[in-house]
């Protein structure tokens, strides 16, 4: 899902929509059968649309 990196400083975006509730929410990153993505930055914000 996601893709290589174009280099060291020039990342792919990837949106991926999530359903958060109101107050605390948990998201968590990871891949159970290798090395997780290198994640530069998450960005929250509400869905246009």
């Given at each position: ?14 949106p991926?929509p999530?359903?958060l509730?109101a107050?605390v ?10 090395y997780a993505p290198?994640i530069?930055?998450?960005t929250?914000?509400p869905?246009?649309?």
């Amino acid at each position: 899902m996601f893709r290589n990196s174009y280099s060291w400083s020039n990342f792919w975006d990837l949106p991926v929509p999530v359903t958060l509730k109101a107050g605390v929410n948990t998201i968590t990153f990871g891949n159970p059968t290798a090395y997780a993505p290198d994640i530069d930055k998450v960005t929250v914000a509400p869905l246009n649309g």
